[in-house]
């Protein structure tokens, strides 16, 4: 209840009174058919709602909000059917968002997933947050999956002096070269992480964290990351705030699955976590007889070819 309470008021925040909404569809059916001329031509208060797609290549990634309050989401409502994928790699530095102009919670990303960010540059902006990068600035993300992206910090997501709000999303198979599988603060930055999975991060633990950040934690799950999953500066959140360390239980993760087993911890309201609703991006979409367990060699198969 606490979420959807939450997500109300952040997205009436962000909507204005002459709010005008702009589809952005690659073959041609809305006004747009590349994500940032959309963004580009919105002004705050607006929103852009992508139909379902797998976007690639130039303006559908490296995406800027330029400061603006503005609402970019599937149209659907599923992130599992609308995908950007950077395809970053050693010779390409590619994420999905920089945030850098100051934007706050009404600049919003919603309902989509992140995939195959690469940022290896050895310096900064180019070397943090494989999927989101965060600086002077404290977006939104609401129901997103971030899944096998890395950089040298942050495997999924840097942020420098920012405190950006997580709720209801799923990381996956994040890795870095220094810091943070999963998540990097630095420099006085304090994400909040609402029903939330960080999961099966490849290397560097979940978290890595300056001593001047926070990340607060409330209804999450953070499980299977190697090199620690409560440590640094969420070492004391276990067993808090709803915040448990179990086996999501995703139906199928080798096939990019990642709705949740029957009987998965993070499904509404299960134990051990009977006060927390629904536990990351996708609801339950398999019996127990459906489940596929995740396997280190079938997440590092996954992570080594990209997801397509």
């Known amino acids: 209840m606490r979420c959807l309470v939450l997500i109300a008021v952040i997205l009436a925040t962000a909507v204005a009174g002459n709010a005008t909404t702009w589809v952005v569809d690659p073959y041609g059916g809305g006004d747009f058919r590349r994500i940032q001329p959309a963004l580009d031509h919105a002004e705050d208060g607006d929103t852009v709602e992508l139909v379902d797609h797998t976007y690639h290549g130039d303006d ?3 995406l800027d909000f330029r400061g603006k309050a503005i609402v970019l989401r599937s149209q659907s409502g599923d992130p599992s059917l609308c995908r950007i994928n950077c395809e970053g790699s050693a010779s390409y530095d590619r994420r999905g968002f920089y945030f850098h102009s100051g934007e706050g919670p009404g600049s919003v990303v919603e309902a989509i997933t992140v995939l195959n960010g690469y940022m ?9 947050g494989g999927a989101v990068r965060c600086y002077h600035s404290s977006p939104t993300f609401v129901r997103c999956m971030f899944i096998s992206n890395y950089a040298r910090f942050g495997g999924h997501i840097y942020c420098n002096e920012s405190s950006p709000t997580l709720i209801e999303c799923t990381m996956y198979a994040g890795s870095s070269e220094y810091d943070g599988g999963a998540i990097r603060v630095w420099f006085d930055s304090h994400p909040t992480l609402y029903n ?5 991060s490849l290397n560097n633990g979940s978290v890595a964290c300056d001593d001047d950040c926070t990340v607060t934690l409330y209804c999450c799950d953070v499980y299977g990351n190697v090199g620690g999953d409560y440590i640094e500066c969420i070492e004391d959140q276990y067993g808090v705030n709803g915040n448990i360390s179990r086996d999501p239980l995703f139906c199928d993760p080798e096939d990019r699955d990642f709705t949740l087993h029957e009987n998965s911890p993070c499904a509404p309201f299960r134990p051990p976590n009977e006060e927390c609703d629904l536990i990351g991006a996708l609801p339950v979409g398999c019996e127990p007889t459906a489940i596929k367990m995740a396997t280190w060699g079938a997440i590092k198969a996954l992570f080594r070819s990209g997801v397509r």
């Open 60 to 62: 559908n990634r490296d």
């Open 120 to 128: 290896d540059h050895y310096a900064a902006p180019l070397h943090s």
């Open 196 to 200: 939330c999975i960080v999961s099966f």
